[in-house]
């Protein structure tokens, strides 16, 4: 069973990523610019989230 990424996401978060896969997919324009104090907060808890996967799985070798 596949879970959706946007489900782990904060409410406020989603429309960031969604918007960011339209534009990657080629159905709409990348507006994401327009939307600097969001996706600063995405940006910075994807990186978050991504060193701490990092360090769980170096932690766990």
Do not use: C, W
Request: aromatic share 4%; net charge positive; proline share 5%.
């Amino acid at each position: 069973m596949r879970v959706s990424s946007s489900s782990r996401l904060p409410v406020e978060l989603r429309p960031v990523l969604q918007e960011a896969r339209r534009a990657y997919l080629g159905h709409e324009k990348d507006r994401l610019a327009m939307r600097p104090d969001q996706l600063t907060k995405f940006v910075h808890l994807v990186k978050h989230e991504a060193s701490r996967l990092l360090d769980a799985s170096i932690n766990s070798v």
